[in-house]
């Protein structure tokens, strides 16, 4: 293309005098206005998409990379009669202090919620929720059986169940046993019906947070319970 643009304005040069009475001639200078410059436009256009193009991915990259990253900032609070006498933002340099204390908070909250059972179906939607968010591997499994078995929403056709704990103690191993009470009443009338206590063994583990935005509404920390064992104790 190159060659062939040179060619042709040589040619004109020579014979520029004859130009205007040339219709060759004026023919060529007319092609070389529109065209003559295509070659080097091409190349400089494609240079350009090749710069908006890398431009491109890099935005995408960044958004995925902004979007992968956990919204939620997890703050320790501490509580003193229901009222909040400190908070701060939980960091590596404070978090290892009160692991133990995050680790006894966290077992509570899992046999409240999984062992729970009320008659409204949006609490006991969250109950199930938040134990799920406490559970990984093997202690996943266990629960799904343990709701295979005994399905909240048909015992709360009869009875509601409230979880008051007795104890948590924690085992020279990665594990708490905990006792408590469930107290049951009648869905209908709220007449007491039982009370019976029982006993577990939960092995734990620290985990890096989920980046799941439902596990981190209640899990915040990475604390999971990997196995589930308990049964009712005698009276």
């Excluded at 007319?30 to 890398?54: H, M, P, Q, V």
């Excluded at 006792?179 to 709220?190: A, K, L, P």
Aim: hydrophobic share 35%; net charge positive.
């Amino acid at each position: 293309m190159r060659e062939t643009k040179d060619t042709a304005q040589q040619l004109i040069k020579k014979h520029s005098g004859d130009i205007n009475h040339n219709p060759y001639l004026q023919s060529r200078a007319l092609w070389l206005d529109i065209y003559g410059d295509a070659e080097s436009r091409y190349r400089k256009s494609r240079r350009l998409n090749f710069y908006l193009l890398t431009a491109m991915c890099l935005c995408i990259l960044g958004i995925i990379y902004m979007g992968s990253k956990s919204k939620f900032i997890p703050y320790l609070v501490e509580l003193k009669d229901g009222l909040v006498v400190h908070a701060e933002v939980a960091k590596n340099s404070n978090f290892s202090t009160v692991q133990p204390k995050l680790a006894t908070f966290f077992i509570q909250e899992f046999i409240q919620s999984a062992r729970s059972v009320s008659v409204d179906g949006y609490i006991e939607k969250n109950y199930q929720q938040k134990a799920y968010a406490f559970t990984q591997g093997p202690g996943t499994t266990e629960l799904n059986a343990f709701y295979k078995a005994h399905d909240p929403y048909e015992i709360v056709k009869k009875r509601t169940i409230s979880v008051s704990i007795n104890y948590v103690n924690r085992l020279p191993t990665q594990a708490f046993q905990v006792g408590w009470m469930e107290i049951s009443h009648d869905s209908q009338t709220g007449d007491l019906l039982s009370q019976k206590r029982y006993v577990g063994e939960f092995e734990f583990k620290w985990d890096k947070p989920s980046q799941s935005t439902f596990i981190l509404k209640h899990n915040p920390f990475g604390f999971y319970i990997t196995n589930i064992s308990w049964t009712g104790v005698a009276s």
